[in-house]
């Protein structure tokens, strides 16, 4: 009787970690830094990315662990790991992924560099000119904005700044006052280029560099006169960045978030990085100010900010060592002037960055001049610093149209951004609101409302991704412009919602979290799991950058099991095991990753037939389905939907160059050809060929 029992779908054992998944896509991007056959200088951006990754990942999921242990409040997800049980996994591999990273560095970017003319110059090599022209731009450009700080009772340790670079000087000999001062601290100003050019004809070639490390620890001496300096060691800490803002308790959540970002830069202590050359009396001596135990800190051999380096990928002008450039499709009013008209013959589907993000933009600007325009309402999660599209949004509004933006302040890292573009566009006469109380609003949506003869007609753009000029150039995403009648109703009743915080009325074709997406994809998963058991074909095919919720993966579990197949296309973090014997052997998940950032939300299920096709600003999380405004809205047209599931699915399904599937074990296997008869497909540089005419 107990061996035909259903399995346990909580089973911990059939969920991986969501830090660990984290980290083992960060390990993909490594890969791409391995890759030979990726351009030279965008190996060296994908190893910044995946240092610039860590430091997110340290600030934000390290932080929350460590936070939980301090706060006694520990929780513990469906793999079953307690907070302590995490971290001590995530020291092992994130030690040793930050080891690979400098490996990576001074074995195979560091010598490839050398050979293409590319030069970082040691201290230990400079010639006669160079260290004349070096300690020149010491005393002209650094010495006036250092400030060394020698360690007594009257100077404690100074406040050191989230990701800074800092120096730990071993001193011996007495200052000014007489006084035997063996430690200093200085910090290096952010404002200071961490990499300097050294001048034409000065070195081997015109691409010759040095660290900006390299140049304080060659003249540091200057700055503690008549003391010996014994050592020079540089530093950085990460610190926790989450924000804490009770909503509940305050009168103006733009006034509270500005008075907490100062705060994010002297966060708890997560995480030590120092040169591993450093003495281990330094070493514990910072361990113990900053409270850290020995897995907190890292040792590195190079430059404590890798990220830095993303600076040669810009002074170096080598086209050849580059991804090719391509132009993105013309926008679609370049075909059609008169976008509205376009627009009312049929939808329009547009995907970035192989197709122009203009289009969108010439949407905002043609309702913005428009005369019959009458509204436009919008949401705004990221959209960069001077921004066209707000500029346009501006413009509306002093022109006397009702223009409503609901600005996201509490977008991570953007929130100075958002609050700025909040203050400009109040300035110009436009209704601006910051979403719910508890809610970020995360829906990527903009209503214009226009009078066409004796009747109002609306039009829509829904989107996966931000309305970001930059982030559209390297990030896939999908947009649809509609003036459906049905459709556009909804997104109407979404903004009133958004704005007027009435109860949300029934939509007739939009799912929202956090009301009904959760429970709409649950359904939907079912139908095809009923589907499977009456016999009938079932698929359900799902692209996002993170598949987490519980619930969602023990319905994706039942379906595997009732005969649904079952085909992810997850970017990032998936908690969900495939292949598992009984459980998930129906499911296969695989990660795309290369030049762009895979990052839309379409989500299809086969309906026996009857097929559905959504696209979505939301990933399969708990934060998307329960704590944030989502919409996922239907691609309601038979032409575009089959062009998504090409576009979204079958080239990537078959991408054997840039895929990696993910194995019941947790681990990546990267695809590859099986042998040289087999052709090499690479879905990114399809589409670019489809879409772009590359």
Known sequence: MQENAAPDLNNPDYYLNRELSLLAFNRRVMELAQDPRV????????????????????????????????????????????????????????????????????????????????????????????LAWLSDYFDRELMPLLSPL?????????????KSLNFIISLQGTDAFGREIDTAIVQAPRSLPRIIRLPEGMAASNDSFVFLS???????????????????????????????????????????????????????????????????????????????CEQDVYNVNGPVNLNRLMAIADLVDRPDLRFPPFRPAPSVAERHPDLFERIKHSDVLVHHPYQSFQTVLD?????????????????????????????????????????????????????????????????????VVYGVV????????????????????????????????????????????TCQPDMTEDVHKVFHMLTGLGRMRDLKYLLEAPFNLHQAVMDKIQRETQHALAGKPALIRARMNALIEPQTISALYQASQAGVTVELVVRGVCCLRPGIAGISENIHVRSVMGRF?????????????????????????????????????PILDKVLRQRIIHEAFELHLQDNTQAWELQADGTYLRQQPENDEVESINAQQQLLKLLANV
């Open 150 to 162: 020698g360690l007594d009772p009257a100077h404690p340790f100074p406040n050191v700044i989230n």
């Open 363 to 431: 949407f905002i600007e043609q309702a913005a001049k428009d005369p019959d325009v009458l509204a436009i309402k919008m949401t705004l999660y990221r959209t960069g610093k001077q921004s066209e599209l707000v500029k346009h949004l501006m413009r509306a509004a002093r022109l006397g149209k009702e223009v409503t933006v609901v600005v996201e302040l509490r977008a991570r890292f953007d929130e100075e951004a958002n609050i700025g573009l909040a203050n400009q566009l109040q300035n110009a006469g436009a209704h």
């Open 39 to 130: 351009p030279l200088l965008e190996r060296l951006r994908f190893l910044c990315i995946s240092s610039a990754n860590m430091d997110e990942f340290f600030e934000v999921r390290v932080a929350s662990l460590k936070q939980q242990l301090q706060l006694d409040v520990a929780s513990i997800g469906a793999d079953g790991l307690t907070p302590t049980a995490a971290l001590k996994q995530i020291t092992t591999t994130a030690h040793a992924l930050v080891d690979s990273q400098y490996k990576l560095l001074n074995e195979a970017i560091i010598p490839a560099l050398r050979q293409e003319g590319i030069y970082f110059v040691r201290r230990t090599h400079w010639d006669e000119r160079q």
């Open 214 to 292: 390299s140049i304080l620890h060659a003249f540091i001496d200057r700055l503690f006169p008549g003391m010996e300096v014994l050592g020079c060691y540089q530093f950085r800490l990460t610190r926790n960045s989450n924000m804490y803002v009770d909503e509940e308790e305050v009168d103006d959540l733009l006034q509270a978030m500005q008075g907490e970002l100062p705060q994010r830069n002297y966060g708890a202590v997560v995480r030590l990085e120092v040169a591993d050359h450093c003495p281990p009396d330094n070493i514990e001596y910072l361990m113990e100010h900053f409270h850290l």
């Open 597 to 633: 950032l895979e990052h839309p939300r379409v989500f299809y299920f086969q309906n026996a037939g009857d097929e559905e096709l959504y696209c979505s600003s939301a990933d399969w999380m708990p934060r998307n389905f329960f704590r944030r405004v989502e919409v996922a809205f």
């Open 438 to 481: 508890g809610y970020k609003t995360h829906a990527k949506l903009c209503l214009v409302v226009r009078r066409e003869g004796k009747h109002l007609r609306r039009y829509a753009h829904l989107g996966t991704g931000n309305y970001h000029p930059g982030t559209a150039r390297i990030y896939t995403d999908f947009g649809l412009l």
